[in-house]
């Protein structure tokens, strides 16, 4: 579902997932997407993984 259709009609929907408000602990609102907690965490995931990557890259490249 694209995020301009979850945000059309009465039923509040995360912008990424498409579950709504009902299926979710909570919404989080911007001025035109919402996330759900569930997608916010899995991207912070995504972001920890990529940090301790570059992380890694950089210690061996100081190895050198």
Known sequence: MG????LLGSRRRCSF?????AEVSRLVEGP????CVEC???CNEVIRKERKELLVRKQKEEEK
């Not at 995020?3 to 979850?6: D, E, I, Q, T, V």
């Not at 035109?32 to 996330?35: C, G, K, L, M, S």
Request: proline share 0%; aromatic share 6%; net charge positive.
């Open 17 to 21: 997932c498409g579950r709504s408000e």
């Open 32 to 35: 035109t997407v919402r996330i």
């Open 40 to 42: 916010l965490e899995a």
């Open 3 to 6: 995020w301009k259709l979850s």
